[in-house]
């Protein structure tokens, strides 16, 4: 994409998130002065932005909003429930455009067939709109005039002069953020010049040590594309995957003199380095929560408005940082545990008041840090979950027999909302129960490698706490079909997939080789070295290949060895994060860890040098 | 704000100047320089925020004085100036836009004219504190 539109992109999006906090925020409080001229400048910079794109459609619809709030500024126009709407129409309109924008690469062409937004602007719009007296809009007019004189001698002193004179009139006229603007303009077009205004005969100028140091101080964050920062920590990556390879290779020369000891030390020096880079680099992918906190103000007012049930949304530790893989899949599950406790949790209007509840209810998202993890909580002050309701449903649904359920421990009973097709909405509304449930919200925290609880305070509230990593490693993975199941290998085990006819197995003793590129390497069967039952007639499966073709992927066998496994067939490609196998599994052999697929399954992931070593299918260095 | 802005009057008519003074004086701190010349000698001295300038002076005139100072180092080249003078035609204002003139008034000035433009000029920001 080319960098000017993905500047804007970034930019407009940033603006449209500051906005809309911003609108919703003047909703509570619409005499919040700041909050205000916060949400103007948001829509007057977004027209900048499109004017500098020619983007005509954009321009006009912030025009019109930055003209109602300019009314509303002037007091000639009330800020209510109607303005607000006016305005996040216009931004919806907006995530519209630059979703496209992103998709196609280029502007919508039939935008300006787009109606504009605020169509019908209030009279008083026009009149705000012109709150500048005639004779100052001339001297603004006059200094336009001059910075458009062509270039010479005397063109950063005109320019300056008239940045002053537009700053001066504008905040003489109640534009401070405007002139704020300018000003910010003004500090750095003198940063700029600093250097070669420095005559030796003057003495230095007497600016307060503040503003020195806003003009001359180096910018102390830098805007990274994410694309970079992923790219950065796949090398990572692959640098420990090398790591891991020198550690082996160390390991099996072990005390072959000098050689091997100084390797070890060596080694041992670049874990510790890569080990740190690691975290140096995914530290560097972190954002803070508000990134999606910010998101839900808005929807949980649709949602609330929907429902006829007033919910106040309290954010708390929208500053706490996590990996922003995590945070950018919070989202959806965040978004249903809110509905959840919208419709559900939180009772009808005469029931808080029969239960001496305020008419407004509240929902608390809080994120914080706590230790390696990242909690984020969604409280409500509902009425809790009834245990009796859950059984009878679970009951109902015939997610439990009679039998267990009279068995299952109390603790145990809420547990029964995370079933897949669990559901307690007595009818299924357009919010929540839309198929996906609890389930859903749990399978998608634990793709993180994390938690969720649940805790029910019976009429008084209930909380869902997400316990997740701080940081994510993500690992590629292959994904094999073999003996009628499937199974991940990292992709950084895998040297190469091969297809090759059934005639190239040579036997070499009791066991089985191919050849490939010159070297010779063991040839075996995954599902045998799993023992899992042989699929029969496997060429049969794929005829397009022809009578007998086998798949085999080449992967790593540890010493530097290859060895071939053959599959039934390769599946896709996918980024997973990986988590060590639990339990009576923790010590199985030849399995690196296992993972939620994002259909809610669970893949084991194999660790091939391991599996090869164990199965005693030896390679050189075994 | 901090303290009360300064503007310097650069016209070699007297009365002009005390004209202009005594309009501005209660509101504004006020120095005087006969031509172009003694205005970047005052210059160099102290900072003002405002230049009232007027076009036919001795020695220098106001348009090379200003033509001059926009090419000075920064923090002096880009005081604002309004000029304030009896040419008035268009080319004379496009002259004086080129110059590097800010606004153009034309005289006789009435007093609250003046002290309409100069405070929009000027605004509440103490000279020195900016390019």
Known sequence: MNEFLEQFLIESRELVEQATADLLALEHAPENRAVLDSAFRAFHTLKGAAGIMDFTAMARSTHAVEDLLAAVRAGAQELNAGTVNQCLACLDQITIWLDRIEAEDALPEDAEAAPPVANEPPPAATQAASALPADAIEVLREQLALIALPPDAGFFGRLGAAGKVCRNVLSHFDYHPEAADIETALNLLKAAFAPAEVPPTTPAPTTPAAEADAASAPARSLRVDVARIEDIVNLTGELIVAKNALTHIVQTLDNQQNLGHDLQALSTRFNRLTTGLLRAVLATRVLPLQRVFQRFPRLLREIATRLDKPVRLVIIGEATEADKVIVEALFEPILHVLRNAIDHGIEPGAQRLAAAKPATASITLRGRRDGDQVVVEIEDDGNGIDPAAILETALRRRLITPDAAAQLPEAEILNLIFLPGFSTAREVSDISGRGVGMDAVRAAVERLGGRVLLHSRPGTGTTVSFLLPFTVMMTRVLTLHAGGQVFGVPLDEVAETVKLPADRILPVGGTEAIILHGRTIPFLRLDQLLGLPQQLGLAAENPATGSDMLNAAIVQAGGGELAALQVDRFGSQLDVILKPMEGLLAGMPGVAGSTLTGDGRVLIVLEPRDLLRSSGSGHANA | ?131
């Open chain 2, 1 to 131: 704000m901090s303290r009360t802005q300064r503007i310097l009057i650069v016209d070699d008519a007297s009365l002009v100047r005390l004209y202009y003074r005594n309009i501005l004086a209660p509101r504004f701190e006020i120095e005087e320089a006969l031509n172009g010349l003694e205005a970047l000698e005052k210059l160099h001295s102290q900072p003002v925020d405002l230049l009232i300038v007027d076009i036919n002076m001795p020695k220098m005139d106001g348009l090379s004085f200003l033509k001059t100072l926009r090419a000075l180092p920064a923090d002096i080249a880009s005081i604002p100036a309004l000029v304030i003078s009896t040419e008035a035609a268009p080319a004379d204002l496009a002259a004086a836009r080129q110059a590097g003139a800010n606004f153009h008034l034309r005289k006789p000035v009435q007093p609250e004219t003046l002290l309409r433009y100069v405070t929009m000029l000027c605004a509440a920001t103490p000279a020195g504190s900016t390019p």
